[in-house]
């Protein structure tokens, strides 16, 4: 009869660790219980380092902790970080366009619009607001979604706004980009 043939990880001891090597202590496995700072406490028993990153700087070569210290690049900005969003953003992909609404009626619709667009998964979008050449009194909705935009962005649910013609006199029309 014919033996069954095993690989090399069925033929391994069931606890690893378990063969002691000359000089080395077998490697523990730590459990969610465990407590990393009791662990990495001093001990003068055993000599545990202090701390993990005295344990990980002993653990590492000097030429090499220092190479890997100083190719460390430097994270963007928020601001690097904001343009570098609105540069890769895609044009418009949805639009709405609130001529004729009421400042109310206007903040409503423009919220829900950018609700349903962050749950679609859009990047960009364009508010219409129109530049209120035909309102006795100016324009209105540049004001009220300007200042709705604004309370949008602190609270995170959109990421920039822009008008469209980079000059708010200019432009009856707002970029938005979501997160």
Not at 78 to 86: G, H, N, Y
Request: one cysteine or more; aromatic letters at 4%.
């Amino acid at each position: 009869m014919r033996k069954p043939n095993r690989s090399p990880r069925q033929a391994e001891p069931a606890v690893r660790g378990s063969k002691k090597k000359a000089g080395k202590e077998p490697i523990r496995k730590l459990t969610a219980s465990d407590d990393l700072g009791v662990l990495f406490s001093h001990d003068q028993d055993n000599g545990l380092p202090d701390s993990f990153a005295e344990a990980l700087a002993t653990g590492i070569p000097a030429t090499t902790l220092a190479e890997i210290l100083t190719e460390k690049e430097e994270l963007p900005t928020l601001a690097q970080s904001l343009q570098a969003a609105i540069r890769n953003s895609p044009p418009p992909q949805d639009r709405i366009d609130l001529h004729g609404c009421t400042a109310s009626e206007s903040e409503i619709r423009t919220e829900h619009f950018l609700a349903r667009s962050r749950r679609n998964h859009l990047k960009t979008v364009m508010v219409i607001t129109g530049k209120g050449l035909h309102s006795p009194e100016g324009s209105v909705l540049k004001d009220v979604i300007e200042a709705r935009l604004k309370i949008m962005k602190n609270d995170g649910s959109i990421l920039a706004y822009l008008w469209e013609k980079k000059d708010r006199e200019k432009s009856g029309a707002l970029l938005v980009y979501l997160p």
